[in-house]
């Protein structure tokens, strides 16, 4: 009997391989239906500041939604507060990203954003990974000033911040409108399953994912054209590519090294245990 699963995806550029597993038959040579959807029907608005009443995680809390990908730091915190799926893996890709500022911007380095607000999608890869690059650059953690923005780029472009995280399209969106970048960004995804998702359907889902990657890596030319797919054929020349790694077990090291970074920086209420939220074997 075949069996249906619901996915939700979140960008393009970060989630290709589970658009393509569904395109080539990846899926259903596994015996599942896939009811695949990018991104939320409420585009730019549905980008709320709380994480709890984004549309991915209501629908996972509702039962409408049996499965998605989301940062690996985001993913631990999200199963950890909602109560609901666990974490059955480490996404497809290495995700990818950068700093930006207006191409009229005073500020030419990382350091230089200390104490400036920077545009971020509050809790998500962005949010943890610009953290990770101001730290790495010298910027004490309680002078790192992140602010949430439903339309980061906008809030670029119009002035409303100095500074902003993004990802692609938006990266190559903004190098179009003249912006500078000041650091790339890199951070890996989780995949958080529903309790309803057996060991051996999520096994099924972890073998089409990676057939799916290994059909991009088949052609860069045509991984580039799949990944960018939201771009322009000029702009995608120079687009930030994910690197494409699999799905992988998430080790228990792993995630404690996740878990106690984000302890200290107060962004976990509690420290989970690695049975808590993640289906390890």
Known sequence: MTKTIRLQGDSNAHD?????????????????????????????????????????????????????????????????????????GLDTTARTGAIMVRKDSKITNVAQLRNVPIAVTWHAGTFYAAVEALEGAGVPF???????????????????????ALMEPLVSRALAAGCRKLCDLRWRGGIVASDDVDDDTAQKITRALNRAVEYLRAND??????????????????????????????????????????????????????GEVVRGK
């Open 16 to 88: 290709r391989p589970w658009r393509v597993a569904v395109e080539q038959g990846f899926f259903k040579a596994e015996g599942l239906n896939v009811e695949y959807h990018e991104d939320n029907p409420k585009g730019v608005a549905g980008r709320v500041e709380n994480f709890s009443e984004r549309w991915k995680e209501s629908q996972l809390q509702a039962g409408a939604l049996d499965v998605y990908p989301v940062c690996e730091w985001g993913a631990i915190e999200r199963v950890q507060q909602l109560g609901a799926g666990k974490i059955i």
């Open 142 to 164: 309680k002078e790192i000033k992140l602010e949430h923005a439903n339309d980061r780029l906008d809030a670029l472009l119009s002035g409303k911040n100095e500074a902003a």
């Open 221 to 274: 030319e045509r991984s580039r054209d799949e990944v960018l797919r939201d771009l322009t054929p000029e702009q995608r020349k120079a687009g930030m590519m994910p690197e494409l790694l699999g799905v992988q077990g998430y080790k228990p090291s792993e995630f404690q090294e996740k878990v106690d970074w984000m302890m200290q920086r107060g962004y976990l209420e509690r420290p989970p245990q690695y």
